[in-house]
């Protein structure tokens, strides 16, 4: 069955393996909901400290740069609850028992009606911290429900209503973003030393590349391959039995 447009959740949090991941996946939604009133959180699991082509770059420079791109991102989305950061080593997210407890507190402070992360059943995906972190997150969320996971955390159990998963091997849920894509693009080229490496956009040819980063990302949005009102939506796999 396919599904659009959720009520505006009270809350939600959304969880990416790195920064520009949230942006790339629920921009847009963030931004509407954001925009009626929901108290957007973020949680950014790596600290991006493989996101470079420079070798000379020093990490711990990397780290900060991109901590404050991704703040500057969650303003552009107008979110209004906390962007955190988990500070795992990019590229090398492992799922254990100590991140599923972090992501589980998360979940139980925020108390996020809606929780977006990324598919973790995405076929053929490259990237482990987008598949560990997928997994990690469903782990957390059947953990933040249970009064018996993690009873030393001494915060009430949370079971969330709705979980949207970004980036989905198969879409069934659909939210109208017309009017935040903007906040999308703006939010995503917050992210200056992603700019040549993810998003194709050298130096060089700055106008005419981030010209043509903008379309490609807008015929992403296009989704009337589904239904002539969704000329600019994002997709999600919608899971509801939580
Ligand atoms: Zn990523």
């Given at each position: 069955?396919?599904?659009?447009?959720?009520?505006?959740?009270?809350?939600?949090?959304?969880?990416?393996?790195h920064p520009d991941?949230?942006?790339?996946?629920?921009?847009?939604?963030?931004?509407?909901?954001?925009?009626?009133?929901?108290?957007?959180?973020?949680?950014?699991?790596t600290d991006g400290s493989k996101g470079t082509w420079?070798?000379?770059l020093?990490?711990?420079?990397l780290i900060?740069i991109r901590?404050?791109?991704?703040?500057?991102?969650?303003?552009?989305?107008?979110?209004?609850?906390?962007?955190?950061?988990?500070?795992?080593?990019d590229g090398?997210?492992?799922?254990?028992?100590?991140?599923?407890?972090?992501?589980?507190?998360?979940?139980?402070?925020?108390?996020?009606?809606?929780?977006?992360?990324?598919?973790?059943?995405?076929?053929?995906?490259?990237?482990?911290?987008?598949?560990?972190?997928?997994?990690?997150?469903?782990?957390?969320?059947?953990?933040?429900?249970?009064?018996?996971?993690?009873?030393?955390?001494?915060?009430?159990?949370?079971?969330?209503?709705?979980?949207?998963?970004?980036?989905?091997?198969?879409?069934?849920?659909?939210?109208?973003?017309?009017?935040?894509?903007?906040?999308?693009?703006?939010?995503?080229?917050?992210h200056?030393s992603q700019?040549?490496s993810t998003?194709?956009?050298?130096?060089?040819?700055?106008?005419?590349?981030?010209?043509?980063?903008?379309?490609?990302?807008?015929?992403?949005?296009?989704?009337?391959?589904?239904?002539?009102?969704?000329?600019?939506?994002?997709?999600?796999?919608?899971?509801?039995?939580?």
């Amino acid at each position: 069955m396919v599904t659009k447009n959720l009520e505006v959740p009270k809350r939600a949090l959304a969880i990416g393996a790195h920064p520009d991941d949230i942006e790339f996946g629920a921009g847009a939604t963030l931004a509407k909901w954001s925009d009626h009133g929901c108290e957007v959180s973020m949680l950014i699991c790596t600290d991006g400290s493989k996101g470079t082509w420079n070798p000379d770059l020093k990490k711990s420079d990397l780290i900060a740069i991109r901590k404050a791109e991704q703040l500057l991102a969650a303003e552009e989305l107008n979110v209004a609850g906390k962007v955190a950061f988990l500070g795992e080593v990019d590229g090398e997210l492992e799922m254990s028992g100590n991140l599923r407890k972090r992501i589980t507190l998360f979940i139980r402070n925020l108390r996020p009606n809606v929780i977006l992360t990324h598919d973790p059943w995405k076929r053929y995906r490259l990237h482990p911290d987008h598949r560990h972190v997928g997994y990690l997150v469903l782990d957390a969320i059947v953990a933040a429900r249970d009064p018996h996971f993690f009873p030393e955390q001494n915060v009430a159990p949370h079971r969330p209503d709705e979980l949207l998963l970004f980036e989905a091997e198969l879409e069934d849920h659909f939210e109208q973003c017309k009017g935040y894509e903007n906040n999308k693009l703006n939010a995503l080229l917050c992210h200056q030393s992603q700019l040549e490496s993810t998003m194709g956009i050298s130096a060089a040819s700055i106008d005419v590349d981030t010209v043509a980063f903008k379309n490609r990302e807008l015929s992403k949005l296009d989704r009337r391959s589904v239904g002539e009102e969704f000329s600019l939506t994002e997709g999600y796999k919608r899971i509801s039995e939580l």
